[in-house]
């Protein structure tokens, strides 16, 4: 304590409050207000009214509202689940030495680099029917390459989806596993071959819990970034076909922009709480298996 | 024997991943390097040429000069930004520990959860009132603002793995207290900068959702606006939107492939220890 007293003055106690302060402007002040807009029919123009809990009801019986829910839901289910796994398995594969490792996982990241945007469009490009990549394959080798069109049919569109999600940012997930791997200490894993445990097992029971931080890490970042999903989604299919690949996020910026202010924040608390509830769970479950240092 | 063929096995896998990897990059190579005549439906073109006139047209019609002064502005502002305050903070809840600092550090780490569209209407709301509609300085403001919550993690995280004998030795070589954080402390943090850079930079110079919102002046566009025009104005300009890319891309990859070498080593340090 005596230590800290001649190294901590005053000043460092403030250190934080830039930060903090930056996030209340733009961060806090915003989302208060916005929970207060929640409760109105405000359309961006004309003065709001309180309308009480009616927007949060009105949800439930949006069934636009509800199937995109269940879209978001489907995405994030199939993504976050792939995006561990691979993420988890590519840095096994590349954790060991060999020549162009370096090279390798920065080429690995690299698909992470580019705008969700614009590898959307490159997707679309190579999926769309009758002119993309795929169907020029197709149509070489088959004469009815004229049905190809997975981003016209809503379940094979979302498979799309989730593919290019997960190629695109597996790259994330494995940096911050190889990271995990990186500091597991050398001679737990000898300790385990010399108890003779076989490759799996020594992944099982010394890897595995020694890398529940990583995973907490990557789970919840990818459980939040898999429901808030946009970009992407606005390249590929724009939503469609109709409303069947429509994201939350997408269905709230467009109720937003089409004067529906009030009930659009309402179904982003929504979506808050949809987010919330994944990443509690999992946050109790991978807590109740942390192994101490 | 067996050794060797396992080994075959991994190099193959590895080698098919990391093509996989750069397929996209392929694919706008060629979209790129192709003239717009060529149809490709007609014939499947599977290696690029040497045609650059998609590079100069897209530069002249999107006026991606301008996007990328702006993007430029934007990104590096507020990762100064994100770097300074963010480091600051995470210095104040490593070394610090009290019940506001914790309080307002689990604040942040919170609102990471709230997806950003619920601020948007509010956030527009505030924007007009101070003016920065259209401004470089109200991005950088927001969008530093949405980085700050993940860099001040990675920060008190690494800073936790820091002894605090080194600023102790830095004050009793007569350096001032809040000069030993800057002098000393601060330069110690290039790896767990370097992948807040890495991390955040790259999701400011990508941003869309929040840019589409308050940056709609032509001359305030910025590199994905830009290249999402050549698909929602001009009709799917596919050889051009490429082109495009390409540019807006460059600096994004030059940035990663400087930074990249303490990129692991700060994740590793910043988040996986604390």
Redesign the interface.
Known sequence: ML??N????K??????V???L??T???????L???G?SLTD?D?MTKANFVGLDNFIEFFNDKRALNDMKTTMLFALGSAPLLNIFGFL?AL??DRK?IGKSV????????????????G???Y??LQP????V???I??VSSNAVEFNWLGNSTMALWVIIIVNV??FV?MTM??Y???L??IPEELHEAGKIDGATYLQSIRYITLPMMI??IK?NVITNI?GS??V??II??LTDGGPGYSTESL?IY??RK?YGSF?GY??AV??I??FI??IP?IISFKYLNSKNVEM | MKQFSYKII??V??VS??L???F??Y??AI?ALTPSSVN??E??ILLPRLYFDNFFEAWKISNIGQAIMNSLIITVGAVI?VV???S??G???A??K?KI?NA??L??LG?????????????Y??MISIGGINTHWAMI??L???A??FS?FLYSGFIKGLP?TI??AA?IDGCS??G??FRVVFPLLKPVTSAVIIING?SI??N??QSVFFLQQQSMKT??LA??MF?QQYGAK?HL??AA?MI??AP??LT??IF?KY??KG??AG????
């Open positions: 230590l800290k001649r190294i901590i003055s000043l460092h106690y403030y250190m934080i830039p930060a903090f930056l996030f402007i733009f961060f806090i002040y915003p989302l207000r916005g929970i807009l405000y961006g590519y594969l590349l060999f390798i996982r920065t080429i690995i990241y690299l698909p992470a680099v580019i705008s969700p945007l614009i590898m469009y490159i997707w490009f190579i009758q002119r993309g990549f169907y020029s394959i149509e070489s190629w695109q790259g940096v911050i190889l990271a995990g990186q500091a931080q990583p890490i939040i429901l808030a946009f970009d606005i390249a996020s709230i910026m937003c202010t659009s924040t982003a608390i979506l808050f987010v919330l990443v | 991994r190099l896998i590895i991943i990391a996989m990897a750069l996209p990059f694919v706008l979209l490709f439906s014939k499947l930004l300074v305050f963010g600051m903070a210095y104040a809840v070394r610090v009290n600092n307002m550090f604040i942040m609102c990471m959860m709230i997806p950003g569209i619920i601020n948007t209407v509010p956030l709301t505030l403001m927001v530093a603002t949405n700050m919550p001040v605090i600023e102790e004050i207290k809040i030993a954080y790259l110079w990508n869309y959702a590199i994905p290249i999402s698909f596919w939107m490429a890319s807006g891309l994004a990859v990663f492939i990249q990129f692991i994740i590793t988040s996986v220890k604390g």
